[in-house]
């Protein structure tokens, strides 16, 4: 299906016509603080802002580094360095300094700007390690009235309006859960096709509302929020704190959410606390998504068909979808068509097949990414060998229906040392299900047999303590007899339905969250892998030698 007509103007063309409708409309606003900005007051601060790149000396195809978080610092930055000609390039808010380093040297960045005044500053030394980074700009240079006030040259002018379609529009780097980050080149034409793509699955159109909290820097807020915003006319609430997420859903009734899986799965939880409470689940649904909802997306991760099917139940329909940063729009259930079990079907413009060794493959075409930067080798290796599908690196399966399947990860499969290989993915999804179980990661390479590390859901033990009089501080609680006998129960009730192969036979509980800020969690709350091992590897090897690590247990074979 084509989704790109002939002729299609870049970008920033896309975006002086929207301006040029809708210049008086509200485009974004922020929460809490209420600040409301026009679609045409975005466009001068961004006009600006392409001056003030020119004047810098900022050349068309340089990097421009943006470090902030969700709010109008970002839109208006990443506007204007694509008015200018430039390519902008998102760091995580979570960055650390050596991440942040890192990521600005293999991006070549010539100009960056942040919102905090602790990353302005750590940005402002590394000027004289990076030699290309020239300049260093704060938000106050970026985002304030005055500098709307000077007059410029005529929008038609900017290097950026004479992009190409085939043109770099964006560098975003993946999140790196299995190796180093890499700069993926982003086209206008890829922008362009997945906006188009994402408003005809989901049916979005002018006088939608929807809420921006995740990380503009990461491949789905960007296109499925940003530009795909851009080409329909939704209005956008800046929520910087994503903790306050569903208080803003209900000062602003958003019409479409899109969200990862923890965040449907928090509702739950708190859904069903309200009816455990003699109250009626669907009244607790307008304190998570507001009164208006009609879209709810949910990406980065498999939603649980558990998660997805209690909020088909209150009336919330959550649509999952699957792609990655180098395809973005591959499958998505639809309003009128879906299998909450699934991850959809194909999305307009993508083509999908299934590698005889189960790899999902998808057919490169113009919603596919250009390349990594500076990679040509990893670029070739992302392909097949005659070029013309991308490997996602992701086992999948296509039922009857049409619908695509994710069973999980290629290299994330754990080999024993009996030559059998199991997919930890889905064990984990099913694990995690247990209210007890907050997290959980499958380990057992080169061993004989699987075990598991889990993460308890702290709030719904200590709930459980309090009412059986069981008192002690957390690490203690961790460790209790009754809470291995509880997680024992937990284990044996999965391990029922597994192929004796795939039986976790022991496990270890752990009284701290994985976190993004230790580097254990990508951005999108995806588990580092080979972190985790590395971290806990003492914990590992001691139960596979039999002892019991302390603080908790690394229980006998499950029963």
């Not at 000077?150 to 043109?167: F, N, V, Y």
């Not at 070739?380 to 005659?386: E, G, L, V, Y």
């Not at 597994?498 to 270890?508: F, G, I, M, P």
């Amino acid at each position: 299906m084509t989704v790109l007509s002939a002729g299609q103007p870049n970008v920033v063309e896309l975006f002086r016509s929207r301006v040029a409708r809708h210049t008086e409309a509200p485009a974004l606003r922020t929460f809490p603080e209420g600040r409301v900005l026009s679609w045409g007051e975005w466009a001068r601060r961004s006009e600006a802002f392409a001056r003030r790149l020119r004047a810098e000396g900022v050349e068309p195809g340089d990097r421009v580094a943006i470090w902030a978080g969700s709010r109008p610092l970002w839109p208006i930055a990443d506007l204007g360095a694509l008015m200018a000609g430039a390519v902008p390039v998102g760091l995580y808010p979570s960055s650390a300094p050596a991440q942040s380093r890192a990521l600005l040297a293999d991006a070549g960045v010539v100009l960056a700007v942040a919102d905090l005044a602790e990353r302005t500053e750590l940005l402002r030394g590394l000027t004289g390690e990076l030699p290309r980074l020239r300049q260093v700009l704060d938000e106050g240079e970026v985002d304030s009235p005055g500098l709307t006030e000077s007059a410029g040259e005529s929008p038609d002018r900017w290097p950026g309006s004479g992009a190409g379609l085939g043109d770099d529009a964006l560098l975003i780097y993946t999140s790196g859960s299995t190796g180093e980050p890499k700069g993926a080149r982003l086209s206008h034409h890829y922008l362009l096709a997945s906006a188009a793509s994402i408003r005809e699955a989901l049916g979005l159109r002018e006088g939608d509302v929807t809420l921006s909290f995740l990380p503009y820097c990461h491949a789905a807020e960007r296109v499925f929020g940003l530009y795909t915003r851009i080409l329909t006319g939704i209005e956008a609430v800046l929520v910087e704190d994503h903790r306050r997420v569903w208080e803003a859903a209900r000062a602003h009734d958003p019409t479409v959410f899109g969200g990862l899986p923890r965040f449907f799965e928090k509702a739950v939880e708190g859904i069903r606390e309200h009816a455990a409470t003699g109250g009626d689940p669907a009244e607790r649904v307008p304190h998570y998504f507001g009164r208006r909802l009609r879209v709810a997306t949910s990406g980065g991760a498999t939603l649980d068909p558990e998660v997805s099917g209690a909020l088909e139940s209150v009336g919330v329909r959550v649509l999952g979808a699957y792609g990655l940063t180098e395809h973005l729009c591959a499958t998505m259930n639809r309003p009128e068509r879906h299998d909450l079990a699934s991850a959809g079907f194909p999305m307009p413009g993508t083509e999908i097949r299934i590698a005889t060794d189960g790899e999902i493959l998808l057919r490169r075409g113009p919603l596919t990414f250009s390349g990594y930067l500076n990679r040509p080798d990893e670029t070739h290796r992302a392909f097949t060998p005659d070029g013309n599908w991308l490997l996602t690196g992701d086992l999948g399966r296509i039922d009857d229906a049409g619908f695509l399947h994710v069973t999980g990860r290629k290299k994330e499969l754990v080999a024993l040392s009996t030559g059998k290989k199991v997919a930890p993915l889905p064990i984990e999804t099913r694990l995690a299900r247990d209210p007890w179980i907050a997290q959980a990661m499958l380990v057992g390479e080169g061993r004989k047999f699987v075990s598991a590390l889990f993460v308890l859901n702290r709030s719904e033990v200590e709930g459980w303590a309090g009412a059986e009089g069981i008192s002690g501080d957390w690490e203690a609680l961790v460790g209790h007899p009754r809470v291995l006998e509880r997680v024992d129960r937990a284990v044996a009730r999965v391990n029922r339905d597994l192929s004796r192969t795939e039986q976790v036979r022991r496990y270890h509980l752990l009284a701290e969250e994985w976190t993004v800020e230790r580097g254990e969690l990508t951005p999108t709350l995806k588990v580092r892998r080979a972190v985790v091992a590395e971290r806990y590897r003492g914990v590992i090897d001691a139960m596979y030698e039999g002892a019991a690590p302390a603080p908790a247990s690394a229980n006998e074979e499950t029963r």
